[in-house]
């Protein structure tokens, strides 16, 4: 069952500063990096990294490491947004990780994934049944042309604690 109460997650997210010092902590990696959180919702989640002189590699595009952080954040912070919701405490963990790279990545980045409803779906049949449940979400890299340089399906699981 899924509580009303404010969502921590998604008003983390709106603030930048709170944001950091969360990152700081829990994924400093992300940090150094540049990543943030331009929109979270119930539904979806977006997450922009820069093109810079940290998250290059030796072919003068984005490392492939820094797409995959981005990518993973985007459908990351819906699922530990939807964990949050959840009335008894719920692991997760990502199970598999799928990627395809259609362009050089040398702007900035934006990932988007809209899969809020899969994985709070896959949350609640989990805390109604007891038992594990996976789903696959996907995450697009978007480069400031419009054009996509990646995408990331992830398999997450689900089991309440």
């Known amino acids: 069952m899924f509580m009303t109460k404010e969502n921590k997650i998604r008003k983390l997210a709106t603030r930048p500063w709170q944001m950091r010092m969360f990152m700081l902590g829990k994924l400093p990696m992300g940090l150094l990096a540049g990543l943030k959180i331009i929109q979270l919702d119930e539904t979806g989640a977006s997450v922009s990294v820069p093109f810079k002189y940290l ?3 030796p072919f003068r595009s984005m490392y492939f490491a820094v797409l995959s952080m981005a990518a993973e954040l985007s459908s990351g912070i819906l699922s530990l947004s939807a964990v949050y919701d959840a009335s008894v405490p719920v692991s997760m963990l990502v199970l598999n ?3 395809q790279f259609t362009k050089k990545a ?3 980045i934006v990932f988007r994934c809209d899969g809020g409803k899969t994985i709070a779906g896959a949350i609640q049949k989990s805390l109604e049944t007891g038992e594990g449940q996976t789903v696959n979400v ?4 978007w480069d400031n ?7 990331f399906t992830f398999t ?3 089991k309440p604690k």
């Open 138 to 141: 996907v995450s697009t890299g």
């Open 145 to 151: 042309s419009g054009e996509k340089v990646a995408e």
């Open 156 to 158: 997450w699981t689900f």
């Open 55 to 57: 998250n290059k590699n």
């Open 97 to 99: 990780m799928r990627a």
């Open 106 to 108: 040398r702007t900035k």
